[in-house]
């Protein structure tokens, strides 16, 4: 089974930007459709965003217009640009497939927004 393995979170200000990264350890191909998910304390999973392997993409409308969705399917990687971040962006951050793979699941990278 691919694993994912993501990266580029931190602590960043209201307002500010952060650019997260995927990497697959196997091919993104048998993957037709890839996605951002993120996790907050006390809360559930949600999808944050999705793109198919043509480049469509789609979004949760809390994010719609300052999260951008992109993959490199030569790469194996996947990439999610967010911009305007707000307090209650923060949460750590998963790739997965859509629908998600159980086993593909990875450790998650951290985002905090915070002045």
């Known amino acids: 089974q691919v694993q994912l393995v993501e990266s580029g979170g931190g602590l960043v200000q209201p307002g500010g930007s952060l650019r997260l990264s995927c990497a697959a350890s196997?091919?993104?191909?048998?993957?037709?459709?890839i996605g951002w998910y993120r996790q907050a304390p006390g809360k559930q999973r949600e999808l944050v965003a999705t793109?198919?392997?043509?480049?469509?993409?789609n979004y949760a409308d809390s994010v719609k217009g300052r999260f951008t969705i992109s993959r490199d399917n030569a790469k194996n990687a996947m990439y999610l640009q967010m911009n305007s971040l707000k307090p209650e962006d923060t949460a750590v951050y998963y790739c997965?497939?859509?629908?998600?793979?159980?086993?593909?699941w990875g450790q998650g990278t951290q985002v905090t927004v915070s002045s």
């Open positions: 793109v198919t392997h043509g480049g469509s993409t």
């Open positions: 997965n497939a859509h629908p998600s793979l159980p086993g593909s």
């Open positions: 196997g091919s993104f191909s048998s993957m037709y459709v």
